[in-house]
């Protein structure tokens, strides 16, 4: 764990978030809405997979890119992932490889990572090994709805930031999904409806669509994990995101 500073305030700007064009707005708050710090600190827990862990390089990026931004108050919290990326960052998250939003929700280990790390944020990409496990689009939406319930029972005021999915093409790691792309395509599709139908004001989610004008031959590896310009494209969305729920920088940028 890592903190650059600490700041007095997170707070939700969600009445000019319609014109963002990175996330979906539900239910806008007519006024700014305080959100519960940790000893002036905003905490930010990334989740997911190895697309966000071992091979999420796009933390590193957004990292730094809100540092030079003059974000002075920020930690990511969770655990140490391993020196991966090139550039200095705070390397923690709740992101592993293989994991699954079914599986985590069905174990109930947000209870115990929020516990250990208590999060203001919650940065969500997962939903990609339960396509390539089989789980159906309505499994893996039940699983998002009990992360978000466990995530509210640690945190009244959690805000939720959550991906539409980077695709995959049908041969993703050389292993055969043929059904991989078209439910990418399905699932992602489900999640703004998903998304409002949890919004709440206290704990307000946004929906980042990671998807849109990434290529999946051009910004990834292996037909699943990004590349440096899919990281690239990854942190630039989450950037655009926290940036509209983030008081502003308490310093110039550098």
């Given at each position: 764990?890592?903190?650059?500073?600490?700041?007095?305030?997170?707070?939700?700007?969600?009445?000019?978030?319609?014109?963002?064009?990175?996330?979906?707005?539900?239910?806008?708050?007519?006024?700014?809405?305080?959100?519960?710090?940790?000893?002036?600190?905003?905490s930010i827990m990334p989740l997911g997979d190895s697309i966000s862990g071992s091979t999420g390089c796009w933390r590193?990026?957004?990292?730094?890119?809100?540092?030079?931004?003059?974000?002075?108050?920020?930690?990511?919290?969770?655990?140490?992932?391993?020196?991966?990326?090139?550039?200095?960052?705070?390397?923690?998250?709740?992101?592993?490889?293989?994991?699954?939003?079914?599986?985590?929700?069905?174990?109930?280990?947000?209870?115990?990572?929020?516990?250990?790390?208590?999060?203001?944020?919650?940065?969500?990409?997962?939903?990609?090994?339960?396509?390539?496990?089989?789980?159906?689009?309505?499994?893996?939406?039940?699983?998002?709805?009990?992360?978000?319930?466990?995530?509210?029972?640690?945190?009244?005021?959690?805000?939720?930031?959550?991906?539409?999915?980077?695709?995959?093409?049908?041969?993703?790691?050389?292993?055969?999904?043929?059904?991989?792309?078209?439910?990418?395509?399905?699932?992602?599709?489900?999640?703004?409806?998903?998304?409002?139908?949890?919004?709440?004001?206290?704990?307000?989610?946004?929906?980042?669509?990671?998807?849109?004008g990434f290529d999946v031959e051009a910004d990834t590896y292996d037909g699943l994990h990004t590349d440096g310009s899919?990281?690239?494209?990854?942190?630039?969305?989450?950037?655009?995101?926290?940036?509209?729920?983030?008081?502003?920088?308490?310093r110039a940028a550098t």
């Amino acid at each position: 764990m890592r903190t650059i500073a600490k700041r007095a305030l997170l707070w939700t700007v969600l009445a000019v978030m319609a014109t963002a064009a990175a996330v979906v707005m539900r239910n806008p708050v007519e006024s700014p809405l305080p959100i519960s710090v940790h000893d002036g600190t905003v905490s930010i827990m990334p989740l997911g997979d190895s697309i966000s862990g071992s091979t999420g390089c796009w933390r590193s990026l957004l990292w730094n890119r809100l540092a030079d931004a003059g974000y002075d108050d920020l930690d990511f919290v969770g655990k140490r992932q391993g020196p991966e990326c090139d550039e200095g960052f705070d390397d923690d998250s709740r992101a592993y490889s293989g994991f699954e939003a079914t599986g985590v929700a069905e174990e109930g280990l947000l209870f115990s990572w929020l516990k250990r790390d208590p999060a203001d944020v919650m940065l969500v990409h997962i939903g990609s090994n339960d396509i390539r496990r089989g789980d159906t689009t309505d499994e893996i939406l039940a699983g998002y709805s009990t992360l978000v319930d466990h995530m509210r029972q640690m945190n009244p005021h959690m805000v939720i930031v959550i991906a539409q999915i980077i695709p995959m093409t049908e041969y993703p790691m050389d292993k055969a999904c043929l059904h991989c792309p078209s439910q990418v395509d399905e699932l992602n599709a489900r999640i703004p409806a998903w998304a409002e139908g949890h919004d709440t004001v206290e704990s307000p989610i946004l929906v980042v669509d990671q998807n849109a004008g990434f290529d999946v031959e051009a910004d990834t590896y292996d037909g699943l994990h990004t590349d440096g310009s899919g990281a690239r494209k990854m942190a630039d969305k989450w950037y655009s995101a926290l940036r509209q729920v983030l008081a502003p920088p308490s310093r110039a940028a550098t």
